[in-house]
């Protein structure tokens, strides 16, 4: 028997108020440990969501006590109808925020204000311009930093997203953390996961002691912890007198499972209750044919696992990621 009430809670009674909608697959980099070097197979536009669909199920979600809202991809800026997605949803009472790689910031800071919108993530995987174009094999670098540094000025909290992968950036990790010397910016340090076709390998996670290690060498009794609030999935840290933060989000050697709040919905109007399971629920086509998404948002919340979508080991449970889909067609 499923149980229906006002607030999406699962069978371990955690209460999910936090949707991330990815509004498209596609995307304008090609970030090596996100997207197949093959690329996303071009599916019609008729199987992903129209922006009034955004709009209806967001709403649904919210009628059930979602309080914030993540707009992410695929590359989010890229929607055709951003600046009108955004609008509508900022009327909807709550909290939105954006997840995006920062290429076309500058052409929606007016709308992105205007929407209320006062917190933005951005992701940077290096410092250096060579490197980023071998990360994401375009060649934006330029445009993303200057995006960053405008985005400082702009908005009241900028977050960069960093996937630290053994022998790519890890030697950047120091760099990164001089940044919050003169920059109040939160840097978090996004822990490598394995998604289909991502070629993901334990030995390319750069592990917490070797982090601490480093952190201990650089910075010694400068470090100091910070609280984290209770849904936080980075743990907080600071360099005395920096004006930034950064922090860990060790998805797999450092879950935070057991206070996860979090509910996906993919660009193609299916429901993930969590970024590793494969148990999707498709809401777009019953909308579309006119019934009642409530119930089947429930059913699906109901099946979620308590860890990791039912992966116990990431090394020996491949076939399971491996039937999950790519991070760019999930969104992050
Ligand atoms: N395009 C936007 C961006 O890059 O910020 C939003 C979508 S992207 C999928 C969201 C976040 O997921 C990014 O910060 C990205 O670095 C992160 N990500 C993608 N693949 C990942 C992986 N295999 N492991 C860890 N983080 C990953
Ligand atoms: Fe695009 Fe973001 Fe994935 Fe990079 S991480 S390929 S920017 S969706």
Redesign the pocket.
Known sequence: MIRQSNHITDAFGRKHDYLRI?LTDR?N?R?T??MPEEGVALRSKNEFMTSEEVIQIASAFVSLGIKKIRL?????LIKKDFNNILHQLSRLGVEISI????ILLHKHFDSILEAGVTKI???L?TLKRQKFNLITRRDYFDLVYENIQNSLLIFDEVKL???LIKGKNDNELIDFIDFTKENKVNIRF??????DG?N?RKELTVTQSEINNILQLNYGNKIVKLLDDNHSTSRNFKIEKHLGTFGFIN?ITNPFCDSCNRIRLTADGKLKNCLFSSNEMNLLYPLRSGKDIIPLIFKNINEKFRNHGGINSFEKDSHIYNKNRT??A???
């Open positions: 990815s995307c980099l970030c440990y996100c992410t991809g695929g590359e989010p997840t995006t790689n920062g993530n951005i992701s995987d997203n960093v996937v996004i822990e490598y996961m394995p998604f991502n993901w998805t991070m760019i999930i969104g992050g």
